[in-house]
C-alpha cells in the first residue's frame, strides 16, 4: 500500500516512513505547492478597493539563502528550484516577482482615473 505523505519537514517523513514499513506501508512524498498572494487594498470613506497578484511556486526542502523574510529563505517561486532569498542575493539591480508590476500598474491607473 502506498500513502502519500505531505511534509516539508524531511526529519518527520523519515521517522514517519521508518515507523510505517513494519505494517507494509509505503509513503510517497508530494511537493509542496503554495500560492504567494500580494494584495494592495484601497480605503476610503466611500469605498473599499482590492487588486491581488497570485504567484505559484513551492515550498522546499531546506532552507537557502541568507536574506528577506524566514519565509523566502524556503520558498521558491522559479523553475531554478533557488529559494526567494537566493534569487535576491544574485539579482542584480534587486528582485521582483514576473508579473508583479502589473498589480501596481493597474493599481496606479485606477487611482488616476478614480472620480
Do not use: C, H
Not at 500513502?3 to 521517522?15: D, E, S
Not at 515507523?19 to 466611500?46: A, C, H, T, W
Request: charged letters at 30%; aromatic letters at 10%; proline letters at 3%.
Amino acid at each position: 500500500m502506498k500513502v502519500n505523505y505531505v511534509t516539508g519537514n524531511q526529519g518527520k517523513f523519515k521517522t514517519a516512513e521508518f515507523m510505517l514499513q513494519s505494517f507494509g506501508i509505503e509513503l510517497e512524498q508530494k511537493p509542496l505547492d503554495i500560492i504567494l498572494r500580494q494584495v494592495i487594498v484601497y480605503i476610503d470613506e466611500n469605498q473599499t478597493k482590492t487588486f491581488t497578484f497570485n504567484s505559484s511556486g513551492r515550498i522546499l526542502d531546506k532552507v537557502t539563502g541568507n536574506s528577506g523574510r524566514p519565509s523566502d529563505r524556503v520558498i521558491s517561486l522559479s523553475k531554478s528550484g533557488r529559494s526567494i532569498a537566493e534569487e535576491k542575493e544574485q539579482t542584480v539591480g534587486g528582485f521582483s516577482l514576473k508579473g508583479e508590476e502589473k498589480l501596481w500598474q493597474d493599481f496606479g491607473e485606477w487611482l488616476r482615473e478614480k472620480p
